[in-house]
């Protein structure tokens, strides 16, 4: 065992050397390539090709399916497909919805719960051989099979619960029907919760009020209309075949390596519209930018999946990619002082600051034997290896100061947010975790330096991860801090879609990875624990009836003091017994290139590209 130990302790004594050396050197190319001559990099975008905007991903995605969507980028790809009936207006903070495919806002009634949608007539699908050569205009009956598609049990949709929370009268029962009798799905039996009232009108109506279900019609991967000959003809296959009403069609994906978007001939004359606020000089520009264009802006999008920040950041500085989030081992780099380098700003290169709408998470599997439960060890070991990191650390040496330590769940610019909030969440306390551990159980009985279970048993945490380069060095990060209280932890590395997958299945002990808002509503962070959400977007499997209690309460309230008391009891529940642990709030850095155009990430909307064009005389 010490022989073992000790030649373990020299490969990652070798590999971080290794790893300072590669930084080293990128930091070295990335300093190289800021001293370049402004004249080479306006080179390089000469040669860009026009009415073309190239963007990179760090993550692979992984189709365009809407109801089988789980990340954020194939999220953005398919915005560009498909359509909802609302959008969020690309300038207007604070955010307000806009009509897109409905004729107009719909009516609410009944104490919100019932939304009538008005479609707007004319607006017809990309062209599609499941057409036959006829020109299909998009009708009510799309977005009504649209969201029965979520029902239906053979598409095992991870994200249900999105419409299962709010209630959707009689949907519920058809898809019991259909698991009881083991029967297809009823697409045509029509209920009172979700029906077309003519050719152009579609109705839903809920048990009880949702002042925020709306929101959920404005996110184009959510309830973008699919056409259901398409789906009927692609069938398994459909993620690889998005048709939509959408500015963009899908023309090549190479998956998990280049997806290449080109513009929808059949997409309807549509102009910007866009009502910033007063004194927001960014969003006046952009207005001004982008007043009077026809959107889509450009003719084609080029992604390209670069999964490592090094060469994605090179090929920004190269010009081969026009929009980058810069990767935070490059922060210093390209924002010294948290401004844009002076090198890159004489080349006309400009930074988009904001802090974002997400947090940075690990969560527990409440299923899992060694740190799922709800008796006071289990929740002890759980709130001590939360205490144990250190989030002001993460922020400091890994994202380089680019973010704000998290206190709870719920995100900035949602309901239930509170800057002046405070919990054990943020704390970092070894010695308070070292006390929870000994007072419950958890102790080194065989001198090797590592705590065992109260059992007597082996104490080994399993944290899941990919094995990027910001991934390898938080894993070094959560290594160094556990050891500090005497737990040990091991990682088990896998691509992301492998993960996606094994998370459904309960089979990880631990995960981490980000959550970005889709809308103004803070009670979706608090979903993530809602007992019924389990095994969709509450991954930790969370399940405790009072606090799913609680989030029913909050749910049917209006936004005011009532639902913000209720959701700070369910941040309080959450710290307490610390199914996830909520690292950072990050802040995000683009930089555009000169020739871009229009571009502004919206906190909520998904569809940032359309609105983006390229300098046709810069690029030429």
Same mark, same amino acid.
């Given at each position: 065992?010490?022989?073992?130990?000790?030649?373990?302790?020299?490969?990652?004594?070798?590999?971080?050397?290794?790893?300072?050396?590669?930084?080293?050197?990128?930091?070295g190319a990335s300093?190289?390539w800021?001293?370049?001559?402004?004249?080479?990099?306006?080179?390089?975008?000469?040669?860009?090709?026009?009415?073309?905007?190239?963007?990179?991903?760090?993550?692979?995605?992984?189709?365009?399916?809407?109801l089988?969507?789980?990340?954020?980028n194939?999220?953005?790809?398919a915005?560009?497909?498909f359509e909802? *009936?609302?959008?969020?207006?690309?300038?207007?903070?604070?955010?307000?919805?806009?009509?897109?495919?409905a004729?107009?806002?719909?009516?609410i #009634?009944?104490?919100?719960?019932?939304?009538?949608?008005?479609?707007r007539?004319?607006?017809?699908f990309?062209?599609?051989?499941?057409?036959?050569g006829?020109?299909?205009?998009l @009708?009510?009956?799309?977005? @009504?099979?649209?969201?029965?598609?979520?029902?239906?049990p053979?598409?095992?949709?991870?994200?249900?619960?999105?419409?299962?929370?709010?209630? +959707?009268?009689?949907?519920?029962?058809?898809?019991?029907?259909?698991?009881?009798?083991?029967? *297809?799905f &009823?697409?045509?039996?029509?209920?009172?919760?979700?029906?077309?009232?003519?050719?152009?009108?579609?109705?839903?109506?809920?048990?009880?009020?949702?002042?925020?279900?709306?929101?959920?019609?404005?996110l184009?991967?959510?309830?973008?209309?699919?056409?259901?000959?398409v789906?009927?003809?692609?069938?398994?296959? +459909?993620?690889?075949?998005?048709?939509?009403?959408?500015?963009y069609?899908?023309a090549?994906?190479?998956?998990?390596?280049?997806?290449?978007?080109?513009?929808?001939?059949?997409?309807?004359?549509?102009?910007?519209?866009?009502?910033?606020a007063?004194?927001?000089?960014?969003?006046?520009?952009?207005?001004?930018?982008?007043?009077?264009?026809?959107?889509?802006?450009t003719?084609?999008i080029?992604?390209?999946?670069?999964?490592?920040?090094?060469?994605?950041?090179?090929?920004?500085?190269?010009?081969?990619?026009?929009?980058?989030?810069?990767?935070? &081992?490059?922060?210093?780099v390209?924002? *010294?002082?948290g401004v844009?380098?002076?090198?890159?700003?004489?080349?006309?290169?400009?930074?988009?600051?904001?802090?974002?709408?997400d947090?940075?998470?690990?969560?527990?599997?409440?299923?899992?034997?060694?740190?799922?439960?709800?008796t !006071?060890?289990k @929740?002890?070991?759980?709130?001590?290896?939360?205490?144990?990191?250190?989030?002001?650390?993460?922020?400091r040496?890994?994202?380089?100061?680019? #973010?704000?330590?998290?206190q709870?769940?719920?995100?900035?610019?949602?309901?239930?947010y &509170?800057?002046?909030?405070?919990?054990?969440?943020?704390?970092h306390?070894?010695?308070?975790?070292?006390?929870?551990?000994?007072?419950?159980?958890?102790?080194?009985?065989?001198?090797?330096g590592?705590?065992e279970?109260?059992?007597?048993?082996?104490?080994?945490?399993?944290?899941?991860?990919?094995?990027?380069?910001?991934?390898?060095?938080?894993?070094?990060?959560?290594?160094?801090?556990?050891?500090?209280?005497?737990?040990?932890?091991?990682? &088990?590395?896998?691509?992301? #879609?492998?993960?996606?997958?094994?998370?459904?299945?309960?089979?990880?002990?631990m995960?981490?990875?980000?959550?970005?808002?889709?809308?103004?509503?803070?009670?979706?962070?608090?979903?993530?624990?809602?007992?019924?959400?389990?095994?969709?977007?509450?991954?930790?499997?969370?399940?405790l009836?009072?606090?799913?209690?609680?989030?029913?309460?909050?749910?049917?309230?209006?936004?005011?003091?009532?639902?913000?008391?209720?959701?700070r009891?369910?941040?309080?529940?959450?710290?307490?017994?610390? !199914?996830?642990?909520?690292?950072?709030?990050? +802040?995000?850095?683009?930089?555009?290139? !000169?020739? @871009?155009?229009?571009?502004?990430?919206?906190?909520?909307?998904r569809?940032?590209?359309?609105?983006?064009?390229?300098?046709?005389?810069?690029?030429?």
């Amino acid at each position: 065992t010490s022989s073992g130990s000790t030649s373990t302790s020299t490969r990652r004594a070798s590999r971080r050397r290794a790893e300072r050396m590669r930084r080293r050197d990128w930091l070295g190319a990335s300093a190289a390539w800021l001293a370049l001559p402004a004249a080479t990099a306006r080179a390089a975008q000469r040669a860009a090709p026009a009415d073309t905007l190239r963007v990179a991903l760090e993550t692979a995605e992984t189709g365009f399916d809407p109801l089988a969507i789980g990340d954020e980028n194939s999220n953005r790809v398919a915005a560009c497909i498909f359509e909802s *009936p609302l959008c969020y207006d690309h300038v207007a903070r604070p955010v307000k919805l806009r009509p897109l495919t409905a004729a107009a806002l719909p009516e609410i #009634g009944d104490n919100f719960r019932s939304f009538t949608f008005r479609i707007r007539p004319g607006i017809f699908f990309a062209d599609d051989p499941a057409f036959k050569g006829r020109p299909r205009e998009l @009708v009510a009956q799309d977005y @009504v099979y649209s969201v029965k598609r979520y029902y239906d049990p053979r598409n095992n949709s991870e994200n249900l619960y999105v419409f299962e929370n709010a209630g +959707i009268l009689d949907l519920p029962a058809l898809r019991e029907r259909a698991l009881k009798d083991k029967t *297809p799905f &009823d697409y045509d039996r029509e209920v009172e919760g979700l029906r077309a009232l003519d050719r152009y009108t579609f109705r839903i109506r809920l048990a009880a009020p949702n002042p925020r279900f709306v929101y959920q019609f404005a996110l184009c991967g959510l309830t973008g209309a699919l056409a259901r000959e398409v789906v009927d003809a692609y069938g398994s296959d +459909i993620a690889a075949h998005p048709v939509g009403t959408g500015p963009y069609r899908l023309a090549s994906w190479r998956r998990a390596s280049r997806i290449e978007l080109v513009r929808n001939p059949l997409y309807r004359e549509r102009f910007f519209e866009g009502e910033p606020a007063e004194g927001d000089t960014q969003a006046q520009a952009i207005a001004a930018e982008l007043a009077g264009r026809r959107l889509p802006l450009t003719e084609r999008i080029e992604i390209h999946v670069v999964d490592e920040a090094q060469p994605r950041w090179l090929a920004f500085l190269n010009g081969a990619i026009d929009q980058i989030r810069v990767p935070v &081992d490059f922060t210093t780099v390209a924002l *010294p002082g948290g401004v844009i380098a002076p090198n890159l700003a004489r080349q006309g290169m400009r930074l988009q600051r904001a802090l974002q709408p997400d947090m940075v998470m690990t969560y527990f599997n409440m299923l899992d034997p060694v740190v799922g439960g709800y008796t !006071p060890d289990k @929740v002890a070991l759980r709130r001590a290896v939360a205490l144990a990191y250190d989030s002001t650390e993460e922020l400091r040496l890994v994202r380089h100061g680019q #973010g704000v330590p998290a206190q709870s769940v719920v995100v900035p610019f949602t309901s239930g947010y &509170d800057a002046d909030y405070r919990s054990e969440m943020g704390d970092h306390a070894p010695a308070r975790a070292k006390a929870l551990l000994d007072l419950y159980g958890y102790v080194d009985r065989n001198g090797d330096g590592w705590r065992e279970r109260p059992d007597g048993s082996p104490l080994v945490l399993r944290l899941s991860s990919t094995t990027n380069q910001l991934s390898r060095r938080l894993n070094e990060l959560w290594r160094k801090n556990l050891a500090k209280v005497g737990l040990r932890i091991e990682f &088990d590395l896998a691509t992301w #879609g492998d993960l996606l997958k094994r998370g459904r299945s309960a089979s990880l002990m631990m995960w981490g990875y980000s959550w970005l808002a889709g809308s103004p509503d803070g009670g979706f962070f608090l979903g993530i624990a809602y007992g019924p959400n389990a095994n969709e977007s509450n991954d930790s499997r969370f399940s405790l009836p009072a606090f799913d209690r609680l989030f029913e309460r909050q749910n049917v309230l209006p936004d005011g003091p009532e639902r913000e008391a209720l959701m700070r009891e369910g941040k309080n529940m959450l710290v307490a017994h610390m !199914p996830y642990k909520v690292h950072v709030h990050t +802040i995000n850095n683009d930089l555009l290139q !000169p020739r @871009v155009r229009g571009f502004w990430r919206h906190p909520f909307a998904r569809e940032t590209w359309i609105y983006t064009g390229v300098d046709k005389e810069t690029a030429t």
